[in-house]
């Protein structure tokens, strides 16, 4: 019985009985070595790189997991005993200053006021873009402060920005 959907091999199956014994062992041999390069490249090869990949990226992202569930208590354990609360917005006013000048900011500081209880609203003008950055990445990460909002604008001269910003204190 023939099947009709399989009528585009008959050519193929008419070479194969053309070959002689030699030929079709050959071809039988040379075909089972494709096919075990094929499986090699491209699926155990492959398989076997992301299985290393695994072996050490699981214990790594492990340990940061039990470091950052350790943090965490930590950090419940500060705010229930009130040493991290909210920052009154003299605290942040102070904090920023004397930070901005620590930071070489504090000429470019040209307005520094309270928004709401832990809040503070500045203006820094004419402010190395670099330095800027720097200055509020280490607010953040040292001092808890977080940007509510920001709008930067280029000067003529390049790598120098007019900012004005809005932070909040930690707790808030």
Known sequence: MKWPALTFLEPYRARWRALQVRERIAVIIAAVALGGFLFFDLLWMPMEHDLHVLRVDVPRDRARLTIMQAQALQISALR?????????????????????????????????????????????????????????????????????????????????????????????
């Open 80 to 172: 229930a005993s009130g040493k991290i609360g909210h920052a009154s917005s003299g605290a942040i006013l102070a904090s920023l200053e004397q930070s901005a000048a620590a930071y070489g900011l504090k000429h470019a500081l040209t307005k520094l006021e309270p928004n709401g209880t832990s809040g503070a609203r500045l203006v820094l003008q004419g402010v190395a873009f670099n330095t800027l950055v720097t200055w509020l990445d280490a607010l953040q990460v040292h001092n808890g402060v977080r940007i509510e909002s920001a709008a930067i604008n280029a000067k003529a001269t390049p790598g120098v920005v007019d900012a004005r910003l809005e932070l909040r204190g930690p707790g808030a």
